[in-house]
């Protein structure tokens, strides 16, 4: 047997649904042609890198049972048309073109240039059923040149709110599929258009990198992600554990704060020295928040994986802020 046959079987064995035509479409599309990174994690049903950006962000195309579980949802039939939000390095595309045959569509939207770059490279070298193209996100200021109606929306990436041209393209009774909330975690939605509604369906809770790469490119001291990413971990740890009140008020007291911040702060390189560091203004508020924060800040820290300077030793009890350090490590 070939490891796509062993994978497919795998999934199968292991309660993930897979009709003959997905199957056949995994048969039919070669992972290794759209990814520039060892593959041999897809084989173990792990998302696997694709591309890594010029600043070194990683985008990767998720796990295989993930793409079998969202490929289930989004009821495909031949002849549809799909909007592609995020294009998993054309290998998403190639599938649902598999899918929905000679008459059908996949439109890729991608935020990115670098991804978009890579993408319009790799799906040259496909021979697509269908037609698929690849636009950048400016290419929806023209949404209204879609000559066919769009029956389906695959969001690839975290996301909060529907994007507003979907408002306008979609018609009743076609739905958008996606992980929709924070950073840290989303919930995969079902949302299907109907009397300019949004009827959902939620299929449970999942973890997606961002929708847009640059959000994963930006400086771990932005003070609007370190807002963010507080925000969504606060939600999280208030489902799993009891945060003290008062505890509780300051985080969100310290969340408004950091998005009070001017936007044109400075950012962090690894140029930047430890004094430039502890003067910046994101460091400063937090520093001055420390005598609360510093005990319940791993939790938070684990969450975003981000560290922020600590300028005592682990071992050192008068060490002012717990979990030790010498960099800033996004």
């Not at 048309?81 to 998403?92: D, E, Q, V, W």
């Not at 975290?158 to 996606?178: C, S, T, Y």
């Not at 925000?231 to 950091?258: G, K």
Request: charged share 25%.
């Amino acid at each position: 047997m070939s490891r796509i046959d062993d994978l497919l079987d795998s999934l199968k064995s292991s309660g993930v649904k897979l009709d003959e035509n997905i199957e056949s479409a995994f048969k039919s599309v070669n992972i290794e042609d759209f990814i520039d990174c060892p593959v041999e994690g897809f084989w173990q049903d792990k998302p696997v890198t694709f591309m890594t950006t010029m600043a070194g962000a990683e985008k990767n195309i998720s796990a295989p049972h993930m793409i079998a579980t969202l490929l289930h949802h989004l009821e495909i039939r031949n002849g549809q048309h799909f909007l592609l939000i995020g294009s998993k390095g054309g290998y998403l595309a190639a599938i649902l073109d598999q899918l929905i045959g000679i008459n059908g569509i996949v439109t890729i939207i991608e935020p990115h240039n670098e991804v978009l770059e890579h993408t319009l490279e790799t799906l040259e070298k496909y021979n697509s059923k269908g037609i698929i193209r690849v636009l950048s996100a400016s290419s929806m200021d023209y949404f209204e040149d879609f000559e066919k109606p769009v029956d389906r929306v695959l969001i690839t990436g975290a996301i909060r709110e529907i994007p507003e041209f979907l408002e306008v393209i979609l018609q009743d009774g076609a739905f958008v599929l996606g992980p929709f909330g924070g950073t840290i975690q989303q919930r995969l939605l079902k949302r299907e258009k109907n009397n300019r509604q949004w009827l959902d369906t939620d299929l449970g809770g999942v973890v997606f990198g961002p929708m847009d790469t640059f959000s994963a490119e930006r400086n771990p001291l932005d003070p609007y992600v370190l807002a963010e990413n507080l925000e969504d971990s606060l939600n999280l740890m208030s489902d799993i554990i009891e945060i003290n009140e008062t505890i509780y008020q300051n985080i969100e007291q310290l969340i408004i704060s950091l998005r009070e911040l001017p936007r044109d702060i400075p950012p962090i390189s690894e140029d930047t020295s430890e004094e430039d560091i502890l003067e910046h203004p994101v460091m400063d508020l937090i520093m001055s928040e420390m005598e609360w924060l510093a005990p319940i800040w791993p939790m938070f820290s684990h969450l975003i994986s981000m560290d922020l300077v600590s300028f005592g030793d682990l071992d050192d009890e008068s060490s002012f802020m717990a979990g030790g350090h010498r960099d800033l490590v996004p």
